[in-house]
């Protein structure tokens, strides 16, 4: 069951991203935009330090939407889209 707590569902969705980047052969430094989509200033608020811990001091370009998501239970939705360069 998805946790309500918005801290959580992003540890989640970055987990699931760090693993489907990792059978890619990619990492969470080639990630180099990000789209955040919260439900509400308090789930923005519970995101941040989360991405301070999976991107650290370089964080990708990013934008944060605040809009309903479709499943009312999900407060955090990640899309992010990874580049690495061919040098």
Avoid: C, N
């Amino acid at each position: 069951a998805m946790s309500a707590d918005a801290a959580a569902q992003a540890r989640a969705a970055l987990a699931t991203i760090r693993r489907v980047l990792a059978e890619a052969g990619f990492e969470m430094t080639d990630i180099v935009r990000a789209r955040y989509v919260v439900t509400d200033r308090d789930a923005a608020t519970a995101l941040a330090p989360e991405l301070r811990e999976a991107f650290g001091a370089a964080p990708p370009a990013a934008t944060l939407v605040v809009a309903k998501l479709l499943d009312p239970a999900m407060t955090v939705e990640i899309e992010v889209t990874a580049h690495r360069s061919s040098a």
